[in-house]
C-alpha cells in the first residue's frame, strides 16, 4: 500500500555529537509515537506485537510477531496499533548519526556490503524471519554493553545484516527521503560552532560571522543548503541536548532549558511542543525504561 503525508513530525533525537550511537529498549501496551523522521540512521526491533501497522516512507504493512526494520535517515517512519492486542509489546531502538561509518572508510572493498546496505535504507530495509531469530540475542545482548567493544558489536551486527539473504527494501525509490545534503564546509563550521555553544546566547551575526558572510546572505544560505533557517537550525541542537538531559537527569526542565540555551520558559515550552508533540514532562516519562548512550 501506498500513501503520501502531510505535517511529519521531525524528531529531535538526544543523540549529541559526542555520542557514537544510543540503544533504547522498553516494555509497553501500545505504540503511542506519531509519523516522524530523524537524521539518524536506526534499526528497529518489535517483538510480540502482532497485527500492528508499520508505515516507512510510502509503504503500510501489518506486522507479525518479530521484526526488524533498518530506518535510514529522514525517512518518515512509524508503528502504530492497528489491530495488535498485544499489551507487553517489547521494543528495541538502536540510533546512530548517518556518519557513524565515515563515507570515505565506507568506499573500502571490504565494507562493500554495508555501504549497500546503508544506500538501501533510504528506502526502509526489512529483514527476513531468519536474520530476526538470529540477530535478535545479539541486539538484546548489546543493551547491557559499554564502551569500544559495545562499538565493535554494533558494527559486527551491521555486517551481519549487510550479508543475510531475503531482506527487503520497503518505500518506493521516488518517495522523497534524504532532501538535503550539505557538502558544504561553510556550514559544517556554523554546525560545528552552534555545537559547541549552544548554551550560550547566539545571534545570526555570529553564525554568519563563522560564515564569512553578511547576515542577509547567510539567512538565504542555510535555509537553501539546510532546508532550515538559522534558529530552527539552532533550536534542534539545543532540543536535542534538552531531550538528553530530560533522559538523563534530575533536573527540573526549568533547570534543564536555561542550561540548553532557552532563556524565555514560555518560548521554550512553545517550541518544545511544536517540534516534538508533546510537553518537555511527557517526554520525559515517554522514556521510563532502558536507554544507553555509547
Not at 14 to 34: A, G
Not at 107 to 116: A, F, G, P, V, Y
Not at 200 to 222: C, G, Q, T, Y
Request: proline letters at 2%; aromatic letters at 12%; glycine letters at 4%.
Amino acid at each position: 500500500m501506498s500513501t503520501m503525508y502531510n505535517g511529519m513530525i521531525r524528531e529531535i533525537t538526544p543523540l549529541t555529537v559526542h555520542d557514537c550511537f544510543t540503544i533504547f529498549s522498553r516494555v509497553k501496551s501500545e505504540f503511542d509515537f506519531p509519523l516522524h523522521n530523524h537524521e539518524e540512521m536506526e534499526l528497529n526491533l518489535i517483538l510480540d506485537a502482532s497485527g500492528a501497522k508499520r508505515i516507512v516512507g510510502d509503504h503500510i504493512d501489518e506486522i507479525g510477531n518479530h521484526e526488524l526494520v533498518f530506518v535510514g535517515s529522514n525517512l518518515p517512519h512509524g508503528w502504530f496499533n492497528h489491530n495488535c492486542r498485544s499489551r507487553e509489546i517489547r521494543e528495541f531502538t538502536v540510533q546512530f548519526h548517518k556518519d557513524f561509518i565515515d563515507e570515505s572508510f565506507l568506499r573500502r572493498n571490504q565494507l562493500s556490503q554495508i555501504r549497500k546496505m546503508f544506500e538501501q535504507a533510504k528506502q526502509g530495509i526489512l529483514f527476513s524471519k531468519e536474520t530476526v531469530e538470529e540477530i535478535t540475542p545479539r541486539i538484546l545482548a548489546l543493551v547491557d554493553q559499554r564502551g569500544f567493544g559495545s562499538i565493535l558489536e554494533l558494527l559486527s551486527i551491521l555486517h551481519a545484516l549487510s550479508n543475510s539473504k531475503n531482506y527487503r527494501t520497503l518505500s518506493d525509490a521516488s518517495f522523497t527521503n534524504e532532501k538535503y545534503n550539505f557538502n558544504s564546509r561553510r556550514i559544517e563550521k556554523v554546525f560545528e560552532y552552534m555545537n559547541a555553544n549552544f548554551h550560550k546566547l547566539i545571534s545570526l551575526a555570529d553564525v554568519a560571522k563563522v560564515a564569512n558572510m553578511p547576515e542577509a546572505s547567510f539567512s538565504r544560505f542555510i535555509k537553501k543548503r539546510t532546508g532550515y533557517s538559522f534558529i530552527d537550525s539552532l533550536n534542534e541542537i539545543r532540543l536535542g541536548h534538552v531531550s538528553r538531559m530530560l533522559i538523563d537527569t534530575t533536573h527540573s526542565v526549568s533547570e534543564i532549558a536555561f542550561k540548553c540555551g532557552f532563556n524565555n520558559m514560555a518560548n521554550f515550552n512553545r517550541t518544545f511542543k511544536s517540534k516534538k508533540g508533546c510537553t518537555p514532562k511527557e517526554f520525559r516519562e515517554s522514556y521510563l525504561g532502558t536507554r544507553v548512550f555509547v
